[in-house]
């Protein structure tokens, strides 16, 4: 195959990605200039390709260019955050890799691969500027903020009771706690209780999830930004600077980037911050409560969180129990959302047939209480004005008891997590399969957002 088919080929390749691929040639040239940097930069392809990079970008140069600084020097830039206006204007963010191509100590191409991270960015920005907000008291009273505390907390099965009682010992000191539950069993519920029990009751909450954002910009919005730390960077507080005082949670601290749990380590055991890009030692005072889904011992085996810093955060561990766990809990909760969603949809149910009462308390409930709430909500919403009795014509997710008893034997050999986790595994694979690897399709399947399907693949280890 000649030169110029590979590169036919490779722009065509290109063309399907959704990162921005820019490549120059060994004189300065641009050769490939895919769609996605197309529309990242507002600039058409046919302004771009062959011709020279210096002369379609003109404020740029070996300084403040990444492309010019791989061709000219050799320089590999990694995992860069940039902010900047494209050519209508708007402010763009990006994390860029630029890579030179060097063979017998020659450069014979750069190429940079820009992946847009605009909407995470100000998502970021909002947060910081919304728990900004929310730790003012007249803001926090036009926002009528839910507050959550142990009245809120409903249950009497004995491994529940027991939970609660260890939550009320730890409101009473400062020391740093570590929930572990399944999804849906109420973990930041606990943790709400915790901080509005304590001492802290009158200084901010706030809760991070760990997933929800990549490490670049997780760190900024964590411990702040000093102007010129980075390009585009400005002077903002941090969400430890915001809670100082109170309480921080970080939920889903398995999710966590391995590369930013010793910086975590670090404010843990120095009681200090420095912004992304400063150098001043900020001195905060927060306590840690942090949220697992996973069983510890399962994420320190694997990895996912590293043990000096799980034993700085484990100080005091609290294990909620799932609701398959809480037979006695199941109807009482029941009852309590149903009271809620008469309130909500202004319906006048009273009570259950005995076949719903059958159905939720044999059901195992792999979503906990969440999916509890979830289903009566649901049925609530269903019923008619003149109606007071759920029947299971109310529910419109149909659950199959016997085939949860067919497959118990299958949970029995693996265990709840593993079981549930398999099948997560191969529901994400056979989407990938059918959408021929493509994140962004499959995640479209799925009905998850692309970045929560990134997370999971990750998670499961799966090839694409």
């Known amino acids: 195959m000649k030169a110029k088919e590979y590169l036919f080929l490779m722009q065509k390749i290109l063309q399907q990605v959704d990162e921005g691929v820019h490549v120059l040639d ?16 507002k600039m058409d392809s046919r302004d771009v390709i062959q011709r020279p990079f210096t002369e379609v970008f003109k404020g740029l140069n070996n300084e403040n260019s990444t492309l010019l600084k791989a061709l000219n020097s050799k320089v590999v830039t990694k995992n860069l955050k940039q902010t900047y206006l494209n050519k209508d204007g708007k402010e763009i963010s990006t994390i860029n890799t630029t890579i030179p191509v060097i ?19 100000e998502m970021s920005n909002t947060i910081l500027k919304l728990h900004d907000e929310i730790g003012k008291p007249e803001k926090a009273k036009q926002k009528k903020i839910r507050k959550y505390n142990f009245d809120n907390i409903i249950g009497k099965s004995d491994n529940f009771l027991d939970v609660i009682h260890r939550a009320k010992k730890s409101s009473k000191n400062s020391a740093s706690v570590f929930i572990y539950g399944e999804t849906g069993t109420g973990k930041e519920l606990i943790a709400q209780s915790i901080h509005y029990a304590s001492s802290r009751k009158n200084k901010p909450f706030i809760a991070q999830n760990c997933a929800a954002l990549p490490e670049s910009l997780l760190e900024g919005l964590l411990f702040g930004t000093t102007k010129g730390g980075f390009t585009g960077a400005v002077d903002r507080a941090g969400l430890f600077e915001q809670a100082n005082g109170g309480t921080l949670l970080l939920d889903e601290i398995n999710s966590m980037p391995y590369e930013l749990q010793p910086k975590l380590l670090r404010v843990l055991q120095e009681n200090y911050i420095r912004r992304v890009g ?9 306590r840690i409560i942090t949220t697992c889904n996973e069983h510890p011992e399962k994420i320190l085996k694997e990895g996912k969180l590293r043990k000096d810093l799980f034993y700085r955060l484990n100080v005091i561990q ?3 129990p ?10 009482l909760l029941a009852k309590m959302f149903v009271d809620k969603y008469n309130e909500r949809f202004n319906k006048h149910v009273t009570d259950f047939s005995g076949e ?17 709430e979830n289903v009566i909500m649901s049925a609530v919403s269903m019923c008619d004005d003149n109606e007071h009795i759920l029947d299971s014509g109310h529910f419109s997710i149909q659950y199959s008891i016997d085939y949860q008893i067919d497959d118990y034997e299958k949970v029995e050999n693996s265990g709840m997590d593993e079981y549930l986790s398999n ?9 990938l399969k059918k959408s021929n690897n493509n994140i962004t399709r499959a995640s479209n399947v799925l009905k998850i957002k692309r970045q929560t399907l990134q997370h999971k693949i990750k998670k499961y280890n799966i090839s694409i």
């Open 26 to 41: 060994k004189n300065g040239n641009t050769i490939i200039y895919n769609e996605s940097m197309s529309n990242l930069e």
């Open 103 to 121: 063979i017998d100590d020659e450069v014979i191409a750069v190429v940079e691969v820009a992946k847009n991270i605009t909407k995470i960015t």
């Open 278 to 286: 400063g150098s001043n030692e900020i001195p905060i005072d927060v």
């Open 318 to 320: 609290i294990n909620i």
């Open 322 to 331: 799932p609701l398959r766990d809480r037979k006695d809990d199941v109807i």
């Open 356 to 372: 719903v009462y059958d159905y939720l308390l044999k059901y195992e409930y792999p979503g906990n209480v969440r999916e509890l």
């Open 423 to 431: 099948l997560e595994k191969r529901i994400i694979k056979e989407a």
